[in-house]
């Protein structure tokens, strides 16, 4: 057992020299040698677990990020002889089959229609090939459905495993595949002559998303096969769309043998008990109900920064899934922004503040999304309630209204 322990604190020594080695400008080729004999003949969760376990002694997740490269250069050699394929991945309606199958359209749309579009751009920088890839970046960004649904429906189920680094790492690296393709759409709307700084920075772009592909079909899915149980592939194949689909639209149902979806889903559990009120009573139904009619997403983290409540409102914004229910809510971010929820939350429970305010475009949508400190009646902190709501048709109102429409 202490040689066991001794390997491992061996690794983790040598794995966190690799992390600084990259850190001061080694390449993934300086480094890819040394990290190949380093794993060599452990899996894929006892990886997870060292880096996981470097970010709990305090380095920053986007350092242990830096070891994405490496891994897909590593383990396309020799990941295949750690996992096998998952009989998961080809039941057609299953979240996995899912997951690979737009893995395998994205490979397609990259090949037949954005590889072509750069390369022609690159010949000539012509109002039409420019306008030809603009569509083709602008249809590669359909990816954010697919890694909206592996980081809200999936992540939660490995974090519930403890296994907390992966997640965050990945989800780094989804945040700057979608910064890249944004870049490059923005340069193309506002085309200034710099063909050439369009073409390497479209060209980066593309093989990033190739390479998540990869690291996902070899790292992320054989994680999730090993950990996930049946009930929580069928929670995630339920939530599934609310966030849509990237390049398919699934027909096929899928269910464990004992679950019948043709049945009628279970009632709610909430009974229609009385809630008293200082100004009124409601039942509990009512209560849902009026909640899920206001024309605003309202969501509620307890003091504990667990998120215990969401509104489903007819209009919502942003997609919400069951299983975010009691997820951390700093786990419910992207790393590059966890920074800004710590504060809010911080200057909340502090009394520092009681409120704060954003407000971004979402296409033709003017989303306010507004966070506000929930206190008792002595000015406890007992969480924070965020509420969103497109005010774009409230800028649009003129004038006075006194009549019934129609």
């Not at 012509?126 to 083709?136: F, G, M, V």
């Not at 997609?319 to 504060?343: E, F, L």
């Not at 911080?346 to 979402?362: N, P």
């Amino acid at each position: 057992m202490s040689e066991l322990i001794n390997n491992r604190e061996h690794r983790q020594k040598v794995l966190k020299e690799l992390i600084m080695e990259l850190h001061d400008g080694k390449s993934v080729e300086d480094v890819r040698e040394r990290f190949a004999k380093l794993i060599e003949g452990i899996s894929v969760s006892e990886i997870s677990e060292m880096e996981q376990s470097l970010i709990m002694e305090g380095m920053p997740v986007s350092e242990v990020q830096r070891l994405c490269d490496v891994h897909a250069a590593v383990f396309k050699g020799s990941i295949e002889d750690i996992h096998k394929p998952a009989p998961i991945a080809e039941i057609p309606g299953h979240p996995m089959h899912t997951f690979k199958w737009e893995n395998r359209e994205i490979e397609k749309k990259i090949e037949s229609e954005v590889n072509p579009a750069l390369k022609v751009f690159k010949e000539s920088d012509s109002p039409e090939n420019i306008k030809t890839l603009l569509d083709r970046i602008d249809d590669l960004l359909e990816i954010d459905k697919h890694y909206s649904r592996k980081e809200n429906l999936a992540f939660p189920y490995l974090e519930h495993a403890g296994i907390t680094a992966p997640p965050k790492v990945m989800w780094g690296v989804d945040d700057e595949i979608r910064a890249q393709l944004k870049e490059v759409r923005e340069l193309l709307e506002d085309y200034k002559g710099n063909k050439d700084e369009i073409f390497q920075k479209g060209e980066e772009a593309v093989d990033r998303v190739k390479e998540m592909v990869f690291k996902e079909e070899k790292i992320l899915f054989p994680l999730l096969t090993d950990t996930l149980t049946e009930d929580e592939w069928l929670a995630i194949y339920r939530d599934s769309d609310e966030f849509g689909y990237t390049f398919i639209t699934p027909r096929a149902k899928w269910s464990p043998e004992r679950v019948d979806l043709k049945k009628e889903q279970p009632e709610s559990s909430v009974d229609s008990d009385v809630i008293h009120f200082d100004s009124g009573v409601m039942t509990v139904r009512e209560v849902e109900a009026l909640f899920n009619t206001l024309p605003v997403d309202i969501t509620f983290i307890d003091k504990d920064d667990r998120v215990k409540y969401f509104s489903q409102s007819s209009e919502r914004i942003f997609a919400r899934a069951k299983s975010v229910i009691g997820r951390t809510v700093q786990n419910c971010h992207p790393p590059s922004s966890v920074h800004i929820v710590d504060k809010i939350v911080k200057d909340f429970k502090s009394g520092a503040k009681d409120h704060e305010d954003f407000w971004i475009r979402m296409g033709e949508k003017y989303v306010l999304i507004r966070y506000f400190a929930v206190r008792d009646e002595e000015g406890e902190y007992m969480g924070t309630m965020e509420v969103s709501q497109d005010i774009a048709p409230l800028q649009k109102i003129q004038g006075e209204r006194r009549l019934l429409s129609e």
